[in-house]
């Protein structure tokens, strides 16, 4: 079955440190990726997305993330983290592109970064 | 201001109640979503709406019935539900074409506590 991955459920980190958070994904066709941020009390917001070309692409807030095919993965990365980047982050994956097939999510990443 | 807005914002209902969740957005958009946010669960995709037609329901119990009445309301109908129906339910929506389908725009979501 089409699945996606979070390996990290919560992850604290000091201001200033350089974050990655991995994603999987199982699938061997074509994919659209995504990552969504919620911050406390808010909706969910787009991130990034990757649908074709570049592999590495770039978001809002500083925020990058890194298609690896071979390894079916889509990790988000910020070098610099600051306070206000604590929310809960999603990566989530269309299986097959084209129509409304909606995103299958993983389980999220709960970021704490302390001042 | 998501461009995609949810009422009401909480609800507690009994489980003989009948209750409905409203969806609306203003994007312009040709697809609708409903997803179910539990706690330290993946977002669950429920409902998708095409073009006002459903076209994936992911085996959701009968309790719950979707009605889209135009492109830009989406409503969720509730009857008899369980306790363990407490969750965040977002609604989202996107513009899709028979190639592509844009980000999705979610809606803050309505809190359903079920007693």
């Known amino acids: 079955a089409q699945s996606v991955s979070q390996h990290n459920h919560h992850v604290i980190l000091s201001e200033a440190a350089s974050l990655e958070l991995g994603c999987n994904y199982s699938?061997?066709?074509?994919?659209?990726l995504f990552w969504y941020v919620q911050y406390p009390g808010q909706h969910l917001q787009l991130l990034l997305k990757y649908f074709s070309g570049d592999p590495l692409v770039k978001g809002i807030k500083g925020f990058e993330a890194e298609f690896i095919k071979s390894k079916f993965s889509f990790n988000l990365r910020k070098p610099s983290v600051q306070w206000s980047d604590t929310a809960e982050y999603f990566c989530a994956v269309n299986f097959g592109i084209g129509g409304a097939d909606g995103l299958t999510f993983g389980k999220g990443t709960h970021l704490i970064i302390q001042p | 201001e998501t461009g995609v807005t949810q009422t009401p914002r909480h609800l507690v209902m009994g489980m003989t109640n009948k209750k409905s969740l409203k969806c609306e957005q203003h994007l312009g958009h040709n697809a609708m979503y409903w997803y179910k946010q539990s706690a330290k669960k993946p977002l669950e995709l429920m409902f998708v709406y095409s073009l006002e037609e459903r076209v994936e329901n992911n085996s959701v119990p009968s309790r719950f019935s979707p009605e889209c009445p135009n492109s830009s309301h989406l409503f969720l109908h509730l009857h008899t539900l369980q306790p363990e129906d407490s969750a965040l339910y977002l609604c989202?929506?996107?513009?899709?074409?028979?190639?592509?389908?844009?980000?999705?725009?979610f809606g803050n979501g309505t809190r359903l506590t079920v007693t």
């Open positions: 989202a929506s996107s513009q899709t074409t028979g190639q592509y389908n844009s980000p999705l725009h």
């Open positions: 699938y061997g066709g074509t994919v659209n």
